[in-house]
């Protein structure tokens, strides 16, 4: 079955006369949009929905079903997965016929080639981007001051999973944080012993906060208190502090 499409144009005699070049050319329906729209066009998804194996979508020209080579070679894609073909009116396209199928072959060869450049471009500016410094992907949860403590805890003993627990990020981000920190991975069976026990707790653990939150670093923190800056660290995390970022 002949099945033809006409596209509202801005001129409405040359609407009426899509409609009825598709009418002498055979055509059995019609599906003729009422409004112009550029992406939702309901009588035209009215018309992909509807369309059987073995009808043929008729149409004036190319343009009225695609404003662009990727969006016709989807619509022929759709159309050759329901068993439906293309003719049209006024250009030599005809998927019945095989210089119609010639001519698609070609369409699909230059959307390639086109994609192929596209894709080129792109990696050409990633790269440059990536030479400015410029770096990809999410921003890490864990860095800076905080990344520093958590490697200081990892060689001092305590698990990744702990670790996670205190940051309260995933093991996945301490991972991350720990490998750009150039810290050494510990196989399980390879597991070190936990270090001593923090030399800051209850009270003084408080007052090292209070200090940190003042402004002080953790060196002047850590020497305030005569420990040393990975125990002033631990301290500040118990304490729930969040460590400022190094700039």
Do not use: N, W
Request: charged share 25%; proline share 3%.
């Amino acid at each position: 079955m002949l099945v033809g499409y006409a596209r509202v144009s801005t001129l409405e005699q040359d609407t009426a006369m899509q409609v009825r070049v598709l009418r002498q050319a055979g055509v059995h329906r019609v599906y003729e949009e009422k409004k112009s729209a550029v992406r939702y066009r309901p009588q035209f998804e009215r018309l992909l929905a509807e369309l059987m194996c073995g009808d043929v979508l008729v149409v004036y020209k190319l343009d009225r079903i695609a404003r662009s080579l990727a969006h016709l070679l989807s619509v022929l894609e759709c159309l050759k997965e329901r068993g439906a073909g293309l003719r049209s009116l006024t250009e030599p396209i005809d998927t019945s016929s095989p210089a119609g199928l010639f001519t698609i072959q070609v369409l699909g060869a230059a959307a390639q080639f086109e994609r192929a450049l596209i894709h080129e471009r792109c990696e050409a500016g990633r790269q440059a981007a990536r030479a400015r410094g410029v770096r990809f992907g999410r921003a890490p949860l864990v860095d800076g001051a905080a990344a520093d403590a958590a490697v200081d805890l990892y060689g001092a003993g305590f698990t990744v999973a702990e670790i996670a627990a205190l940051y309260q990020v995933s093991d996945v981000a301490i991972r991350r944080a720990l490998r750009a920190g150039g810290a050494q991975f510990r196989g399980r069976a390879g597991a070190v012993q936990r270090g001593p026990l923090p030399l800051l707790s209850g009270e003084v653990s408080k007052e090292a906060a209070v200090m940190y939150c003042a402004g002080y670093s953790i060196d002047e923190t850590a020497r305030a208190f005569g420990v040393s800056p990975s125990a002033a660290r631990r301290a500040l995390l118990r304490e729930g502090v969040v460590f400022r970022v190094r700039y």
